[in-house]
C-alpha cells in the first residue's frame, strides 16, 4: 500500500533514520485544541516565504492550515507537476517562534515543489530535523480545504498507525 497517495502526513522519519515515526506519537498527540486557518495565494512552482502571514499566527497554534485553493485543480496534472512548495526558512521560523504548533496542514499535493526538488528536501530537513530547534512539526500533505473553516473549532487527526512506516494515510476532522 503506498502512504504517500490522498491525505497523508509525514513524520521525522521520513527524513531522518533517528527520527521518529507516526506509529511513536501517543494518541493525544492528533488532537489540535487551537488551529489555525491562513488563506494564502501560491503561483505554479511558488514557494511560500515568511511574510504578512507570520503575524497572524497566535501563541496558542498548534496546527496551521494552509487554505491556497490549490485543492480545487486535484486530479489534473497541474495540481501534481505544477504545484507550489513550501521555503525551508518557514519550516526553521515555526520551528523557533512557535514551538506550540505541531503540524502544518496544506491543501495542495506536497510542501516539496515539483519542480524545485532541492529546496523541497530542504524543507523536509527543517521541518523534520530532530536536533533543531524546539520538536519537529509534522506535515499533512494534500488536505481537503474547500470547506468554509471560519468556525472551525479543533482539528482530529487520525493517521493509519503501522510499525515502522515514515508516513500514513491520514483521515482529518474538523470540529465546527
Given at each position: ?64 492550515l494552509f487554505k491556497s485553493g490549490w485543492g480545487s485543480l486535484r ?63 509534522l506535515i499533512i500533505e494534500d488536505m481537503d480545504l474547500s470547506h ?9 487527526a487520525a493517521p493509519l498507525r503501522v510499525e515502522g512506516i515514515d ?10
Amino acid at each position: 500500500m503506498e502512504n504517500h497517495w490522498g491525505t497523508h502526513i509525514d513524520a521525522p522519519n521520513h527524513f531522518f533514520e533517528n527520527g521518529l515515526t507516526v506509529n511513536d506519537y501517543p494518541a493525544d498527540f492528533w488532537f489540535f485544541k487551537n488551529p489555525m486557518v491562513i488563506h494564502i495565494d501560491l503561483k505554479p512552482g511558488e514557494l511560500l516565504c515568511c511574510s504578512g502571514w507570520t503575524e497572524e499566527i497566535k501563541p496558542e497554534t498548534d496546527i496551521i492550515l494552509f487554505k491556497s485553493g490549490w485543492g480545487s485543480l486535484r486530479k489534473t496534472e497541474k495540481y501534481s507537476i505544477d504545484n507550489p512548495g513550501i521555503h525551508p526558512e518557514v519550516g526553521f521560523f515555526l520551528r523557533e517562534q512557535y514551538p506550540s504548533i505541531r503540524t502544518v496542514g496544506i491543501d495542495w499535493v506536497s510542501i516539496s515543489s515539483f519542480k524545485n526538488r532541492e529546496a523541497g528536501w530542504q524543507v523536509h530537513r527543517a521541518f523534520f530535523n530532530p536536533d533543531g530547534a524546539n520538536d519537529p512539526v509534522l506535515i499533512i500533505e494534500d488536505m481537503d480545504l474547500s470547506h468554509d473553516l471560519k468556525e472551525l473549532r479543533e482539528v482530529w487527526a487520525a493517521p493509519l498507525r503501522v510499525e515502522g512506516i515514515d508516513s500514513a494515510p491520514c483521515t482529518v476532522i474538523g470540529v465546527f
